[in-house]
């Protein structure tokens, strides 16, 4: 599975985690070509981290055209609701 796909997937089920609120970050930051902490990234398991180092691959590549855009709504959700939560 592309790890665009498994982050969305991620978000969806459970958009106030940590590991979420890091890789929504991470995507809006990709997404607007904005500053990334890397620091941000190690605060994830070994398995996120991992899935976030795959995101980036995939972004470079620039092949996930739809499945980018999902998860960058996806995302932008997610941030919303942390917002309104906090």
């Known amino acids: 599975m592309l790890a665009v796909k498994t982050a969305r997937k991620i978000i969806l ?3 106030g985690s940590p590991e979420a609120k890091t890789l929504s970050a991470l995507v809006i930051a990709l997404e607007a070509e ?3 902490p ?3 990234l190690y ?5 996120h ?3 976030a180092l795959e995101i980036l691959r995939e972004w470079r590549l620039d092949q996930y055209y739809s499945s980018k855009g999902r998860l960058l709504d996806v995302s932008m959700h997610a941030t919303e609701l942390g917002s309104q939560a906090g």
């Not at 605060?43 to 398995?47: C, N």
């Open 13 to 15: 089920a459970n958009p």
């Open 34 to 36: 904005r500053d990334f």
């Open 38 to 40: 890397l620091s941000q």
């Open 43 to 47: 605060t994830l398991t070994y398995p």
């Open 49 to 51: 981290f991992e899935l």
